[in-house]
């Protein structure tokens, strides 16, 4: 496996949510260990986090036999990782970093590669303890400096990460009796149950009004067929026509999301959304409005380009002019990627630095439109009539950068022929308003 070292542009860091930190203070060390060891790169799999880190400000001596580095990661404590990499002899650490076999380090044998920059885990790396998957609980980070005569060096990474046991899959069906709410789950000894509700409120939003709540009160929930309450090893919840959202209101004209909450013994874990919506909401009903002068524009933008950026001020003014000015109603649309979650969280997840896409679009006079419409739940959506009238009701539309394949496959149905999604995008163009496009939305 090869080390992987990006540059990303700014338009990739956005929509990856992959973010340059800040270096942390040292962690502890232990003989000739590396130096500034941080975590670079952040992601939902191991195969996604980066570590970045120096050589030993002895680095002559390091030098001496250089074997390479190996990262790992454990659950496990500096003095429990230490302890059990200093009993491996050198054959014993290569055969830690065979990706098909134990998999539990990855060793790498470039000396110049403690350059600071990105360094991948291999895919699907496992604990060094106990050669646990990377699912729920809490990692530490090392990297050890390994010379022919063994591990001579641990670094520990002074960030943590948390992965909270958060339901993945999460997919809701309509059935003639009601709905069902189907998940996977990552194992972790925190986790006592799940709660299953309906809402047509944001995942963020509805995540800052449970936070607070404790068992005794999602059980009370359940008692007024708000939502349902599983047990630790459930996969699936059923409920009927006869449950309220969680706000109590009759699941009935609106676009509803299935959440699944994670729960300790105290109240709320982690929260997940369902990858597709329950809608019980007739189609919009589509003016014949002409925008400007009846001809429609097509803006193809190289990449790089962030709604936050004070610098790309003047497509966005041109992209609002072409779009008949005014506030008009624009659709987002992240289909350049497999995970819905991600085109959700890109939408309305109000990063630090970056906003979200809804503040940004927002800020510079959109009516911003977020559709729900990724690889994983196409199926789903690109043939809806809702969503479709949705888009068809735009003044312009703007396709996010990531695959273009992605693009093609979510937009074409599966024997190749335009979906009606693709076809409302068609529209827009045909009745005077913009498509733009950024990278490989272009």
Known sequence: MKRIVVTLI????????????????????????????NIVTKGKGIGDIQLGF?????????????????????????????T?????????????????GENRGYLIDRYEWADGKGNTFNPNQKTLSEGQAFEGGVYHFYVATVTDQGVVGLMEAEEIIDIKPAAQNVFVTTEPKGYTVSFDIR???????HFVGLSEKSMYVLKEELKSLTIKDFKKMVQLKKGVLLKDDAREAFMGHEFLTLEGKRVDDGVY???????????????????NDIVEKAPLSI????????LGTVMLIGGGTVSSDPKDKAIFEAMHKAAGGGIPRLAIISSSRMDSAVVYDHFYYSDPELGSFEENYSKMGFEPVFIPLAVDNAEDVRNNPYWVSLLASCRGAYLQ??????????????????????????????????????????
Not at 287 to 294: A, H, P, R
Request: glycine share 12%; aromatic share 6%; hydrophobic share 35%.
């Open 10 to 37: 700014s338009l990739f860091i956005l929509l990856s949510g992959c973010h340059q930190e800040p270096l942390q203070p040292l962690g502890q060390s232990e003989g000739v260990a590396v130096t500034a060891l």
């Open 54 to 82: 120096l050589p030993p400000s002895s680095g002559q001596d390091a030098q001496n036999g250089f074997a390479g580095w190996l990262l790992v990661y454990d659950d496990q404590n500096f003095d429990a990782v230490w």
């Open 84 to 100: 059990r990499l200093t009993a491996l002899k050198k054959d014993e650490i290569v055969k830690l970093s065979d990706a098909k």
């Open 187 to 193: 194992g972790d000894q925190r986790l006592v149950g």
């Open 257 to 275: 999301t299935a959440y699944v909450v994670s729960l300790d013994k105290r109240g709320l874990l982690d929260i997940s959304k369902s990858k």
């Open 287 to 294: 003016s014949k409005e002409t925008i400007n002068d009846g």
């Open 401 to 442: 950068g990531g695959d273009q394949y992605k693009h093609v496959k979510a937009l074409l149905n599966p024997d190749g022929t335009p979906s009606d999604m693709l076809k409302a995008l068609q529209g827009i163009v045909d009745k005077g308003g913009v498509v733009a496009g950024t990278s490989a939305g272009m």
